[in-house]
């Protein structure tokens, strides 16, 4: 047995539809499930951020003892058309680099609820490139 790949990441959240709007508007997620009491109240969702991958938000303060968590890493074909894409919605100061050892093209921003967001391309100068599935 061994594990086939990341199933989710799960994130507090103090204001859903802020989160909802930047995961959904700026990252082009889709909700994939909401969460809801007997009441019909929304307390969460599962977001598909593709791939079969998600991110799990829930209403709520930050969970005591996060403390390991340092940041949400996610890949797209085109990071200068994801910069402008930032950019477009407000956020500033997001211009493509590459990793000191790694040579991954990346940047990073800071979302809603302090969560700081890494971008990566890969191309043919990425060390990690070899582990990636073709598409």
Do not use: W
């Not at 709007?21 to 007997?38: K, L, Q, S, T, W």
């Not at 997001?94 to 790694?102: E, N, S």
């Amino acid at each position: 047995m061994r594990v086939k790949r990341l199933s989710h990441v799960s994130l507090s959240s103090r204001d859903l539809a802020a989160t909802e709007r930047f995961y959904v508007e700026i990252m082009g997620f889709e909700i994939a499930h909401e969460f809801r009491n007997a009441a019909g109240e929304r307390y969460g969702f599962f977001l598909h951020a593709g791939g079969g991958t998600f991110i799990e938000c829930f209403r709520g303060e930050p969970v005591a003892g996060a403390g390991a968590f340092r940041h949400l890493c996610f890949e797209v074909d085109d990071i200068a058309d994801f910069a402008a894409r930032l950019k477009a919605h407000g956020i500033a100061d997001v211009a493509p680099r590459r990793g000191r050892t790694d040579h991954v093209l990346q940047l990073s921003f800071v979302a809603p609820d302090g969560i700081e967001i890494e971008i990566h391309q890969h191309d043919e100068q990425s060390a990690l490139k070899s582990y990636l599935p073709e598409d």
